[in-house]
């Protein structure tokens, strides 16, 4: 058995006032699986994602990423974590309108300090493969949102991260760009690319996901390999 790239075991997040945002989850991901988190809002899917992007710290349990104990990191160290170990793609892209297709993919990499060369050449291997080349030296605003979306799936695999997180991927972009993105991430999982994807959108779950967990009042209600869910 191949050794997972997330484990979390007993991880509650509680706040001051109301019930647990997550409550007493167990859940294991291994290499090359494309989970798809389900469930209502305010069910506490983003604060699953929170806490293994270490944007966030459990109340009980532990949190392993590729290794890491990620609950035991300070802001500093979690901060190395993200760029070493996570690739993140937003709802709404979260790209720098004043920096180039090629710069805000380059970004990850001049954080880790990689030269500028080797992270341009980079940069230009990934826009190719995802098929936004003739974009390189645009600015994200004239792009359009399926465009911009592949952009920022090249700039979380910038460092080559060994987990990729997405958040509502699709949910900002109209039906013919959400198309366009499920056939990415179709691709990314084929790939072996290790990747959760939150999600309302079952559609982006049967197209990409492997496996689908559901989160009900912050506890797994299902965990089911995709077949099962169709």
Known sequence: MTTPVIELSGVSRRFEAGPAALDDVSLTVHPGESVAILGPSGSGKSTLLNLVAGLDRPSTGTVTVDGVRVDRLGEAGSA??????????????????????????????????TERTRARHRAAELLEALGIAQHAQAYPGRLSGGERQRVAVARALMNRPPLLLADEPTGALDSASGEEVKALFNDLRDD???????????????????????????????????????
């Not at 190395?80 to 990499?109: E, H, S």
């Not at 197209?207 to 989160?215: D, E, H, N, P, W």
């Open 80 to 113: 190395r974590y993200r760029r070493a170990k996570i690739g993140m793609v937003f709802q709404f892209f979260n790209l720098l309108d004043d920096l180039t297709v090629t710069d805000n993919v380059t970004l990850p990499a001049e954080l880790c300090g």
């Open 192 to 230: 072996g690319q290790t990747i959760v994807t939150v999600t309302h959108d079952l559609t982006l779950a049967r197209a990409c996901a492997t496996r689908t967990v559901r989160i009900v009042d912050g506890r797994i209600a299902a965990d089911l390999p995709m077949e099962a869910t169709r």
